[in-house]
């Protein structure tokens, strides 16, 4: 997860944060090392493989932010998926942001 969701939530205390991965043991750690944090953040057990995933995470955001994942799909088809999924999910007009290290 690295520590964006935490960079989020510090100097922002309304900001709602949604951390999805496909890992239960990924979200563990998450949910440890934003222990501080608890009201602000909900967890999603998704893998963004399956189109469902979308769903699963639901709702629309002012940011999303992909550290570290979507270039591990590895199959072109599996990338443009997730970015029409992340097209779905977003408010028109905000943000979309795409690290390929953690923040």
């Not at 998704?46 to 699963?56: E, N």
Request: a positive charge.
């Amino acid at each position: 997860m690295g520590s964006s969701p935490k960079k989020c939530c510090t100097p922002f205390p309304k900001a709602r944060v949604t951390l999805q991965d496909y890992s239960e043991l990924m979200l563990a750690h998450a949910r440890e090392y934003l222990a501080k944090s608890p009201g602000q953040l909900s967890f999603v057990l998704a893998d963004l493989t399956d189109p469902a995933w979308v769903t699963r995470v639901g709702g629309l955001y002012d940011m999303i932010v992909s550290a570290i994942a979507i270039h591990n799909l590895r199959k072109t088809e599996f990338i443009a998926a997730c970015y029409r999924g992340v097209a779905t999910l977003l408010k028109p007009a905000h943000h979309f942001s795409i690290t390929t290290c953690s923040l």
